[in-house]
């Protein structure tokens, strides 16, 4: 049981910059890939998931590279899944823990009692602040510094450095994606984002998607998703309207989108999980 849940290492501040995190129900996700890493765990029973065609059966959890195409069907139970930023902490361990291969087994690196400790009990009535409390301290259980050894270490990891540390991210991706994040509301072309660092579109692109890790498109549209969801679950705007103000033609639109990037539909997302921000 993870009972330390104080310190510097799990401010909550970051989380959502980080990851798309939800809880969510059985549930049957048609093959989709996206621009994250994704860590999917069971908190009850286990699932069964297709990865670039290979069928895997009695899945307790796993970690799916960057643009993989799979599907997963939860039969019984409930699922904790997070989308991790390519360009956060997270996603820098992950891009060079997975190196290449399109998945792993989390069995492989986690004793049986580790996917326990993920949420205690009675997780479903706590806040959304105590939950991103034990889902950071249980990823920097299974995210340790690359440096730091080989899968074998991870079954005997400590906690390590909070998210947002890590290689130093190029000045002018940082300013542009300070842009990105100011004008998700607004027509967003890399045109405009090459004028703003003072670079040529070309390079822009080249540079953007290296220390990102994502194209630029991909990473606008994955802000937009994230906007519009917020802004739904929040309250503040409806889906529809949350569609429109995020630049989508309408609501149809994103919902065709969203089913390319997730493999079900957003009202399935908001209505029958539990999204945490």
Not at 75 to 84: H, K, W
Not at 239 to 267: E, M
């Amino acid at each position: 049981m993870i009972n330390n849940i104080s310190g510097a290492s799990i401010q909550q501040s970051h989380f959502w910059d980080q990851s798309l995190s939800f809880i969510s129900p059985a549930v049957s996700v048609d093959v989709h890939r996206h621009r994250c890493y994704q860590v999917v765990i069971t908190l009850t029973s286990t699932f069964d998931s297709t990865i670039e065609g290979q069928e895997l059966k009695g899945l307790r959890g796993f970690i799916v590279n960057q643009n993989i195409p799979h599907a997963c069907q939860v039969s019984a139970g409930e699922v904790f899944v997070s989308f991790i930023e390519a360009d956060s902490y997270w996603g820098r361990q992950l891009r060079s823990w997975l190196a290449g291969k399109p998945y792993l087994n989390l069995a492989d690196l986690l004793d049986p009692v580790a996917f326990h400790s993920l949420l205690p009990e009675g997780y479903e009535k706590m806040t959304d602040d105590a939950l991103i409390a034990y889902i950071k301290l249980f990823f920097e259980r299974i995210f340790p510094p690359v440096s730091s050894g080989h899968f074998n270490t991870v079954r005997h990891s400590s906690v390590v450095n909070s998210p947002g540390a890590g290689a130093e991210t190029d000045e002018r991706i940082m300013n542009a994606l300070d842009y990105i994040n100011q004008h998700l509301h607004k027509r967003l072309i890399v045109e405009d984002i090459a004028d703003h660092i003072c670079l040529s579109p070309v390079r822009t692109r080249h540079l953007f998607a290296n220390t990102t890790g994502t194209p630029f498109s991909q990473y606008v549209l994955w802000k937009r998703i994230k906007g519009i969801l917020k802004a739904t679950i929040n309250g503040s705007l409806t889906l529809a309207d949350a569609c429109i103000d995020f630049g989508f033609v309408d609501q149809p639109h994103f919902n065709r989108q969203f089913k390319q990037t997730f493999g079900t539909s957003p009202t399935t997302l908001i209505k029958g999980g539990r999204i945490i921000f």
